[in-house]
C-alpha cells in the first residue's frame, strides 16, 4: 500500500518520514517566474528529493478563483492557448524525468455550453494523452466538486465518458474522493456508487475530507484530514486490487498523520 501527501503539506524531509510518495504541486513549487520555468530553481528542488526513497506523482496547472494562486499558472483544459499545453508538456516532461506514477489534470470549466466546453476539453485532452504516450506517463482525470456549477466532471457518468471519449492507455481517472463527498451531499450511499462506477479506471487517489455540503469556503472543499469530516472511507474498498496511491491532500503534516492513522483503520476494519 502507497500512501502519500501533497508537497504544500511540508518539507520533503517530513513528508518522508510519515509516508512514501510525494505529489509535486506544480502551482505551489515556485519554480516559475511568471509562466516561465526557472530550471535552476526547480534542480535545487529535484536535487533535494534525491536526498529521500520518496515515489512521486505530479499535479499540473489548472484554474483556480484563489487570491494565492499564481495567475500566470492559470489552466482551464475546456480554453487552451499555445502557453497552457506548454506548461501541461514541462509537468509531463517532469513527470517522465522522475518516472512518476501519475501525473494529476483537472477537468475543464463550463463557458456558457456545457456540450461545447466538454468538447473542447476532450480535444484538448487527446492532444495531452499523446505528448503523454511519447514520454511513457500516465495521465490522471480528477472528479472535481459538484458544488460548484461551473465544473466539468463532478459526477462519474461525465468523468468516465470523457476518459472513454479520448480512449487512450494514457488517460485514466485521479479520484477524489473529497469532491464526490460533495458532489454526492456527504450521502455514503451515493458515494459508494460513484467509486463503485469509477473504479475500473481509477489510477490514483486523493485523499480529504469535508462536511459534504456547499460552504462559502472553497464551495466546502475545505481538505480536512480524514476523520474530520464526512466521508466513508470503506467505500475505497469497491475499488478491488488497487496499486496505486493514495495521497493525502491535506495542508498540514499533523493533518497528514491523522489522516494516514484514520485511512489505514478504514481500509483495514473488517
Avoid at 490522471?140 to 466532471?153: M, Q
Avoid at 455540503?213 to 475499488?239: C, M, N, Q
Amino acid at each position: 500500500m502507497i500512501i502519500g501527501a501533497s508537497s504544500f503539506a511540508g518539507s520533503l524531509a517530513e513528508i518522508s518520514r510519515e509516508v512514501n510518495s510525494v505529489e509535486l504541486y506544480i502551482p505551489k513549487l515556485h519554480v516559475y517566474d511568471g509562466s516561465k520555468l526557472n530550471r535552476r530553481k526547480l534542480e535545487m528542488i529535484l536535487d533535494e528529493l534525491s536526498a529521500f526513497d520518496l515515489l512521486t506523482s505530479i499535479h499540473a496547472p489548472y484554474y483556480a478563483e484563489s487570491s494565492t494562486y499564481p495567475k500566470e499558472l492559470l489552466l482551464d483544459t475546456s480554453n487552451m492557448e499555445p502557453k497552457d499545453f506548454r506548461l501541461m508538456e514541462e509537468a509531463i516532461e517532469l513527470a517522465a524525468d522522475l518516472e512518476s506514477k501519475v501525473v494529476v489534470l483537472h477537468p475543464g470549466k463550463i463557458n456558457g455550453n456545457r456540450e461545447i466546453s466538454f468538447l473542447k476539453m476532450v480535444n484538448n485532452l487527446k492532444v495531452l494523452s499523446e505528448k503523454a504516450s511519447d514520454f511513457e506517463v500516465m495521465l490522471g482525470l480528477e472528479n472535481k466538486e459538484g458544488t460548484d456549477a461551473t465544473n466539468l466532471c463532478c459526477h462519474a457518468e461525465e468523468l468516465i465518458a470523457a476518459v472513454e471519449t479520448v480512449n487512450s492507455d494514457n488517460l485514466k481517472i485521479t479520484l477524489d474522493i473529497g469532491h464526490a463527498n460533495l458532489t454526492c451531499g456527504g450521502d455514503s450511499e451515493k458515494l459508494k456508487a460513484f467509486v463503485r462506477n469509477v473504479a475500473p479506471h481509477v489510477i490514483h487517489m486523493h485523499i480529504h475530507d469535508n462536511g459534504g455540503k456547499w460552504t462559502s469556503t472553497y464551495d466546502g472543499d475545505e481538505h480536512l484530514a480524514p476523520g474530520k469530516g464526512t466521508v466513508d472511507y470503506t467505500v475505497l474498498k469497491e475499488i478491488h486490487n488497487y496499486r496505486g496511491i493514495y495521497n493525502l491532500e491535506v495542508f498540514s503534516m499533523k493533518d497528514v498523520i491523522a489522516g494516514k492513522s484514520e485511512l489505514l483503520r478504514y481500509l483495514f476494519q473488517s
